[in-house]
């Protein structure tokens, strides 16, 4: 009886060795943090990276993809009270990521919070809260060689159990993925 407990207890140590193989790496990004991860061009497992709660924050994603292979996320999550702290972080990490190695392409994805409107039409749609706060973001894009991908979500929406925000890292390529969008996954050309 033992023997048999003995191979049933390796058996499921072994197996739940190769699940969590399969299971993706996650990194959070919480409120007044920035984060980062990468991907070498022979890794494998998937990586994502994600936010949520944002309730009126501004969630920025560097998505850096390098002549080696490797691709890198740098994604913050700011309060509109330190967005200048927010912009001179990522811009950092864009003069940083030039340096590391030879950068193949860049793309800046940002989620701003928005409203619900009615247009001349009846249709109901999310437009951008603020326009004007998006002039700093746009230079920062300047400084990332890229024109920012913008997706706007509503502020009413507060779900601590699923991101607002993701971006995932695998063999495959990079998508991202907001809940302005209703989670559509976005591909980044690569």
């Given at each position: 009886?033992?023997?048999?407990?003995?191979?049933?207890?390796?058996?499921?140590?072994?197996?739940?060795?190769?699940?969590?193989?399969?299971?993706?790496?996650?990194?959070?990004?919480?409120?007044?943090?920035?984060?980062?991860?990468?991907?070498?061009?022979?890794?494998?497992?998937?990586?994502?990276?994600?936010?949520?709660?944002?309730?009126?924050?501004?969630?920025?994603?560097?998505?850096?993809?390098?002549?080696?292979?490797?691709?890198?996320?740098?994604?913050?999550?700011?309060?509109?009270?330190?967005?200048?702290?927010?912009?001179?972080?990522?811009?950092?990490?864009?003069?940083?990521?030039?340096?590391?190695?030879?950068v193949q392409g860049k793309s800046l994805v940002v989620l701003v919070p928005g409203e619900w409107a009615q247009d001349s039409?009846?249709?109901?749609?999310?437009?951008?809260?603020?326009?004007?706060?998006?002039?700093?973001?746009?230079?920062?894009?300047?400084?990332?060689?890229?024109?920012?991908?913008?997706?706007?979500?509503?502020?009413?929406?507060?779900?601590?159990?699923?991101?607002?925000?993701?971006?995932?890292?695998?063999?495959?390529?990079?998508?991202?993925?907001?809940?302005?969008?209703?989670?559509?996954?976005?591909?980044?050309?690569?």
């Amino acid at each position: 009886m033992f023997y048999k407990l003995l191979n049933l207890s390796v058996f499921v140590f072994i197996s739940s060795s190769f699940a969590m193989d399969k299971l993706p790496q996650k990194t959070e990004v919480h409120m007044w943090d920035q984060q980062q991860v990468s991907m070498g061009s022979d890794e494998q497992a998937r990586k994502v990276i994600f936010t949520n709660g944002l309730c009126g924050c501004i969630a920025l994603a560097l998505i850096t993809k390098y002549k080696s292979g490797k691709r890198s996320v740098v994604m913050s999550h700011y309060p509109p009270i330190n967005r200048s702290a927010q912009i001179s972080n990522l811009r950092k990490a864009c003069l940083a990521s030039s340096e590391e190695d030879a950068v193949q392409g860049k793309s800046l994805v940002v989620l701003v919070p928005g409203e619900w409107a009615q247009d001349s039409e009846g249709k109901w749609s999310i437009f951008k809260a603020q326009d004007s706060e998006l002039s700093h973001i746009e230079s920062l894009g300047i400084a990332a060689d890229t024109s920012p991908i913008v997706s706007v979500y509503s502020e009413l929406r507060v779900d601590e159990n699923s991101p607002d925000f993701q971006v995932t890292l695998d063999k495959d390529g990079t998508t991202w993925e907001s809940f302005g969008d209703w989670h559509i996954p976005h591909k980044i050309s690569e």
